[in-house]
């Protein structure tokens, strides 16, 4: 079963923008950590991440550009990424835990490219 569902990503000039959206399916139940990750051409690297009740934490290279947001009632996490830079291109992945059972759940991947 598909628990979470990217959507978003896209071919973009540098300067311009784009806004990941994940959504969790009801099986995913009890939500604390949402986060995106992404991997280009080295390790997968934590972007941005909102955990429940605390302030979101971002990557040194976004910080200032990208913002992560969440709607807690609709089990959505967004990523609008702003002034976006070549480097930025790469697969990002949805990032969930489940609150009560610690269980993580990863989306499919989204492609963004940024070309110069």
């Known amino acids: 079963q598909v628990q979470l569902v990217e959507s978003g990503g896209g071919l973009v000039q540098a300067g311009g923008s784009l806004r990941l959206s994940c959504t969790a399916s009801?099986?995913?139940?009890?939500?604390?950590?949402m986060a995106w990750y992404r991997q280009g051409a080295g390790q997968r690297e934590l972007v941005a991440t909102s955990?429940?009740?605390?302030?979101?934490i971002y990557a040194d290279s976004v910080k200032g550009r990208f913002t992560i947001s969440r709607d807690n009632s609709k089990n959505t996490v967004s990523l609008q990424m702003n002034s976006l830079k070549p480097e930025d291109t790469a697969v990002y992945f949805c990032?969930?835990?489940?609150?009560?059972?610690?269980?993580?759940?990863w989306g499919q991947g989204t492609q963004v490219t940024v070309s110069s």
């Open positions: 955990p429940s009740g605390g302030n979101p």
């Open positions: 009801p099986t995913v139940p009890s939500i604390n950590v």
């Open positions: 990032y969930v835990q489940d609150r009560v059972s610690g269980r993580v759940y």
